[in-house]
């Protein structure tokens, strides 16, 4: 079982450039079952959940080449040879369920292990199953499965609102619409970047689409979508989390291949805690202080603080001068790096969705678990700038998310080694 050691204290400096996201990346090689022909994605991230999606698509009869120096992958789904997508591959990588959309869209027939609930919440499928519903899918939900399938192979559109602006749900119905009969309008849609990554892959391959990016998207039906050739946008959430990173530890940092825009919630909140955060057309300059002055943060969907840079902020303010307040309104059960942290001494109290931090001059290093990607994100951070030495172990998790962290990081000037 691989683990990072980390030797705290270390100001991080230096410059690095961020990957490509994993959020926006997953449901474009998912859309790429929409055509029959050659999808070039390039600059992908080296990531287990990238695998994981590469291996469900051609599991579905996508030829799928993957070039690791190049960093680039090319999926042409000439001729789909199944429509399901097994519970092994679904409880692993949970984005497997983006592929229902594509599936209805092309084949009009689907089959997808209802995927389980995962350490942060019990994640369900209800939006997405309703919108397909309302584009005329008749759903059965049986043995662990939900089998889809539409009359004369042929989605219609139709006005869909989402009780939540809910990503996933976005993303699979917006795949969907764009082979269907007419006008799909997705209102109180998710307006996250990785959605508007998306949407313009999709608007290449021919398909039309208004609106990606606002809280309404209009997707009116074609007939027939293209093979394309697309750059994925950077990851926003590595690039936040190694911004707090050189903030916690008091270095001094730029980051390129960053779109600013992207992270302003994170700049707001760095530079209320007193960091400098200095911001250019395609990289960000982070400069650390000794200490952070206290936050309240309060999760939200995008252009509010993402949840996904939760755990991250939950460490950082450890350090803070002050007491904190954390409430996370989007999974029910995003807190799993509290007690880890408290084993390095953090000050933490929990109350349904909202913790209370009282922050402390150091944590102290501990050997702790990472439960989750982001928690391990979150543990990696606290190591970095606790005393003494720190063991992240199940760092799996991490490597879902985060390529080759530790390269980053050490390049950084961070004393931290994967053992
Ligand atoms: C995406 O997950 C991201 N994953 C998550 O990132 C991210 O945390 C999340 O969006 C929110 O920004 C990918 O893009 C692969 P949601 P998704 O549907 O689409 C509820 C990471 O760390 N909901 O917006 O699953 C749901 O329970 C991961 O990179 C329903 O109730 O998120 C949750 O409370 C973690 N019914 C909320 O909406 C539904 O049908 C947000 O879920 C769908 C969702």
């Known amino acids: 079982m691989e683990a990072f050691v980390i030797n705290g204290g270390k100001p991080l400096h230096g410059s690095a450039a961020v990957s490509s996201s994993k959020n926006a990346i997953l449901p474009i090689i998912s859309a790429c079952l929409l055509t029959t022909e050659e999808c070039l994605i390039k600059q992908i991230p080296g990531l287990d959940d990238v695998t994981g999606m590469c291996e469900l698509v051609s599991n579905l009869g996508a030829e799928v080449k ?22 092994e591959l679904v409880s692993k990588l949970r984005a497997s369920f983006l592929v229902m959309g594509p599936l209805l869209a092309r084949a009009g027939i689907a089959k997808v292990a209802l995927p389980g609930g995962c350490p942060i919440g019990s994640r369900p499928v209800d939006l997405h199953l309703k919108g397909f519903e309302a584009m005329g899918a008749e759903i059965e939900n049986g043995h662990g499965f939900i089998f889809a399938r539409c009359p004369n192979k042929k989605l219609k559109g139709a006005t869909i609102y989402l009780d939540f602006p809910s990503v996933g749900a976005t993303e699979n119905l917006m795949t969907a619409a764009v082979l269907a009969e007419g006008r799909t309008v997705i209102e109180n849609a998710a307006s996250e970047p990785e959605i508007v990554d998306l949407a313009s ?14 809280d309404t998207i209009a997707i009116d039906g074609v007939d027939k979508v293209y093979g394309v ?22 270095g001094d940092i730029t980051l390129t291949n960053v779109v600013p825009d992207h992270l302003k919630p994170v700049t707001a909140k760095l530079r209320e805690s007193g960091i400098e955060v200095i911001e250019n057309k ?8 000794a200490r952070p ?36 309104t989007i999974f029910e059960n995003r807190f799993m790096h509290v007690n880890e942290l408290r084993r390095m001494g953090a000050q933490i109290r929990v109350d349904g969705r909202t913790a209370i931090i009282e922050g402390i001059e150091a944590l102290q290093g501990a050997q702790v678990r990472a439960t989750d ?4 994100a979150a543990l990696v951070i606290a190591g970095l700038a606790a005393k003494g030495t720190t063991e992240v172990i199940d760092i799996h998790h991490i490597d879902r998310g985060y390529e080759f962290i530790e390269n980053k990081l050490q390049r950084l000037g961070a004393d931290i080694k994967r053992v």
């Open 66 to 87: 993957v070039n690791g120096r190049s960093r680039r992958i090319k999926v042409c789904a000439r001729s789909l040879t199944g429509h399901t997508a097994d519970y």
């Open 201 to 214: 892959f999709l608007t290449k391959m021919g398909a039309k689409i208004t609106g990606a990016g606002t």
């Open 229 to 250: 050739e697309h750059a994925i946008m950077p990851d926003r959430i590595e690039a936040g989390t190694l911004m707090t990173a050189a903030a916690l530890t008091g």
């Open 282 to 289: 395609n990289s960000i300059r982070v400069k650390g202080i």
């Open 293 to 328: 002055s206290a936050l309240d943060i309060k999760t939200h969907p995008f252009p509010g603080f993402p949840t996904d840079m939760q755990a991250q902020f939950s460490a950082y303010v450890c350090f803070a001068e002050g007491t904190s307040m954390i409430v996370e």
């Open 373 to 376: 990607l982001r928690a391990g």
